[in-house]
């Protein structure tokens, strides 16, 4: 690889792990290696903190976790490790900044658990005990994709463990206690969640003051305050599908959200959500502008909407700098790479794609 070019790696709802090649001077995306027969559903990747060779995965199907260690520079695998998860369908997971412990979130028990690592960045237990394992405050609801717990995201935020709950309709406040190895429960996000919103993904502002939340059945953006004690208030909602989307009932709707920084010293952020599965042709992403220093101020963008990448998309994430953004269209078999653009960089411009990637459903930037 050229000093130029960026490793992108995709977790796929397939039995692969892909790569794509980015090089933003010849503005080019390529094709890398693909990791096959992998345990089914490797959808959501991280790396680790402190050995940044160390990629993790989920098993979804077979509820694990396996880390995998960067072989190549054009992003071959080799699996060194893999431990149970002590629940159903994880989906999303976060490791401490000390490197010490992996959460994750589970959809299907609608579980949180916690593995320790070891120094090593491996798994210290082959999975958690069941002090390690918490449930949530489920009460029956009427809407659909809400009928029982479905733990979606893990966010760390200064000592807190955020987690959006699908199910139960509110966003979950914890806090890791290092000594007693115990994750307290601080506090339930429920104020301005309407019935059958479904709130799965989540992105705070840099202040933490507010939290912004996908809203994956409603098709809703809604934020909220996020105070160090006491109850977190609706601030603002906003529909997160275009004006010529009809709204008929689809299985799926918003997927994920992502906050990029400024482009410029007195410049705004750019808030990104995707929606996907929609009735019209293809899906869009949502564009909302968002306030250096107050976290309250959003509004949606001039142009407000951006299609053109294809059908499913999920996949959504920027890279280091804040200045590309890859996107995925599952169904379609594209990606697409954008760059910030406009003057204030509230605009996104497409850079490259690349055609024949299968069941993208997740970009990890190395």
Request: hydrophobic residues 35%.
């Amino acid at each position: 690889m050229s000093d130029s070019e960026k490793l992108i790696l995709l977790g796929t709802h397939a039995t692969s792990i892909h790569s794509a090649i980015f090089d933003p001077k010849a503005r080019t995306l390529k094709r890398g290696v693909s990791t096959n027969d992998l345990p089914a559903q490797p959808s959501w990747l991280i790396k680790h903190p402190k050995h940044s060779d160390l990629i993790f995965s989920n098993g979804w199907v077979d509820n694990k976790l396996i880390i995998y260690r960067l072989k190549s520079s054009d992003g071959k695998l080799e699996k060194v490790a893999e431990a149970n998860t002590g629940g159903e369908g994880p989906t999303h997971f976060a490791i401490l900044p000390d490197g010490s412990e992996i959460a994750v979130a589970h959809y299907r028990s609608g579980s949180v658990t916690v593995l320790p690592l070891g120094d090593d960045g491996l798994f210290a237990a082959a999975s958690p005990t069941q002090d390690r394992i918490y449930k949530g405050n489920y009460s029956p609801k009427k809407h659909w994709r809400q009928e029982a717990a479905h733990m979606h995201q893990v966010v760390l935020l200064n000592g807190e463990i955020l987690i959006p709950d699908l199910g139960s309709n509110k966003v979950y406040r914890f806090k890791w206690d290092s000594e007693t190895k115990n994750l307290n429960l601080l506090d339930e996000i429920q104020d301005g969640f309407q019935d059958g919103d479904g709130p799965r993904h989540l992105v705070v502002h840099p202040s933490g003051s507010h939290l912004y939340v996908l809203n994956e059945v409603a098709g809703a953006l809604t934020v909220h305050t996020l105070p160090a004690s006491g109850p977190s208030k609706l601030v603002k909602r906003y529909t997160m599908l275009p004006p010529n989307d009809d709204g008929r009932r689809r299985e799926t709707g918003g997927a994920e959200i992502v906050l990029l920084p400024p482009t410029k010293p007195d410049g705004r952020m750019l808030l990104i959500a995707s929606n996907r599965d929609s009735p019209n042709d293809e899906d869009t992403l949502a564009l909302f502008s968002v306030s250096q220093t107050d976290g309250g101020d959003v509004i949606r963008t001039n142009e407000g909407w951006l299609g053109g990448v294809g059908k499913h998309l999920r996949a959504v994430e920027q890279d280091p700098s804040g200045r590309y953004v890859l996107v995925a269209a599952r169904d379609t078999g594209r990606i697409v790479v954008f760059e910030r653009s406009g003057e204030n960089g509230l605009q996104l411009s497409e850079v490259a794609r690349l055609e024949g990637v299968e069941s993208v459903v997740v970009p990890l930037w190395i």
